[in-house]
């Protein structure tokens, strides 16, 4: 039989509910302060390691590695606990090549926490087409590099075709039928964002496929064509190829009818050139989304620019998850998640980061030059809640109670949402 001593201690350290609710109210604060005491000794210990010999690693290191990631690897004392994978780089995974060009993606296969986005990278040379095709989730893109003409079709048959540039964005619905094309003087590269984390670029309903796959005589049935012609078409998947220079934009407006034929959306936005929606000394950001874009009703994001030692103030998303893209620079950002866990990491160019709903979290520019980076939400509306006016906006009182900060201490909290700072 258990002494009570073995009896009291074994409620303390596995409590049942019943037993829970027998403790006394000595028994439960000597829990809580064991707790708190535990904890206390926990990150003073870690904040003591990482200034002695106990972080030091005699044995082999991946030295570059360590280099571009040094918080994920060695975080920082205010860390704790296990959050959901933040990081991925589209340098870990193969590129698909094909004459006129390459593919890579990055879905919830290779980012598993990330389920509400997938990313593609893509490049297609000058002349080279990714084949005339159309997917099951929208299609959000951002040209990193040259220029390419995009074509997409409404259901109802009008046409739109537009020219698109680096800075510049183009939504593609789902189920409206689209091709990309490179244009001199040496194509293009371009960001692909799905609001859809299992999408793949592989799943994609392509024009060459089809044909290949229907009965000749229907085809020449539907299209009132011989079978000759189509006998010529391809009998394997086209996806990304060689093709000549396109006429010029107004030429092929012209070709296909004209105005008559003219879709009445607009499909492309030019995203680096509009005026930065908010700016400071620490940088900019530029948002779109449904309220400037109205046919982006899936995707919404914001461009962001930090000058070195800037931040993206603490904030967070209500109603969506953030996936990230980083284009230059590098960066470093802390979330933190319920309960009692937080994770610090680090981005270069080409590395994508995630954060869930509700995590609130910022992203400060730890390099020498700007760090630019894309902030994508499966959302129709880019919104985030900014710490610093949420302390701003409740009762000096509150503040005080909560964070020990009087009120004129409260009144230089920026009362504005600044984005950067």
Do not use: C
């Amino acid at each position: 039989m258990m002494s009570d001593h073995t009896k009291e201690r074994s409620m303390m350290e596995h409590p049942s509910r019943r037993s829970f609710l027998g403790m006394s109210s000595v028994a439960l604060a000597t829990a809580a302060l064991v707790g708190l005491t535990a904890n206390a000794q926990e990150k003073a210990s870690t904040q003591k390691a990482e200034h002695d010999h106990s972080s030091s690693d005699p044995g082999q290191e991946n030295k570059p590695l360590l280099a571009e990631n040094p918080n994920s690897n060695n975080p920082p004392p205010t860390d704790h606990g296990d959050v959901v994978p933040l990081w991925y780089s589209f340098d870990l995974v193969k590129k698909r090549v094909e004459e006129g060009g390459w593919t890579h993606e990055v879905t919830q296969r290779e980012l598993p926490s990330s389920k509400d986005i997938a990313g593609v990278n893509m490049r297609l040379t000058a002349g080279s087409y990714r084949e005339m095709h159309w997917h099951t989730a929208d299609e959000w893109a951002y040209v990193l590099y040259g220029n390419a003409r995009v074509t997409v079709m409404n259901p109802d048959g009008t046409m739109f075709i537009g020219d698109v540039s680096e800075g510049d964005l183009w939504i593609f619905p789902a189920g409206f039928p689209h091709s990309i094309q490179g244009l001199a003087p040496d194509g293009t590269e371009f960001l692909l964002v799905f609001p859809q984390g299992m999408f793949s670029e592989d799943g994609t309903m392509l024009l060459s496929e089809w044909m290949a796959h229907t009965p000749p005589e229907v085809l020449a049935k539907n299209m009132g064509v011989d079978q000759n012609t189509i006998a010529q078409f391809p009998t394997e998947a086209l996806y990304i190829f060689p093709g000549d220079l396109p006429n010029s934009l107004q030429q092929d407006k012209a070709e296909i009818g004209g105005e008559q034929v003219a879709s009445k959306y607009q499909y492309t936005f030019h995203m680096k050139s509009m005026e930065p929606t908010r700016s400071s000394t620490g940088g900019e950001v530029r948002i779109v989304d449904s309220s400037n874009f109205p046919v982006s009703k899936h995707i919404a994001a914001g461009l962001v620019t930090l000058k070195p030692g800037g931040l993206r103030e603490l904030h967070w998303h209500p109603h969506s998850s953030e996936w990230q893209f980083y284009i230059a620079g590098k960066g470093r950002m802390t979330v933190f998640f319920p309960v009692d866990n937080a994770r610090t990491v680090d981005f270069n160019a080409n590395d994508i980061g995630y954060v869930p709903s509700n995590a609130p979290h910022y992203i400060e520019n730890t390099g020498d030059t700007d760090l630019v980076f894309l902030e994508t939400l499966a959302s129709d509306q880019f919104l985030d809640v900014s710490l610093n006016q949420w302390l701003r906006r409740v009762p000096s009182e509150m503040l005080k109670a909560h964070l020990k900060i009087d009120r004129a201490t409260a009144m230089k909290i920026p009362a504005d949402k600044l984005i950067v700072i």
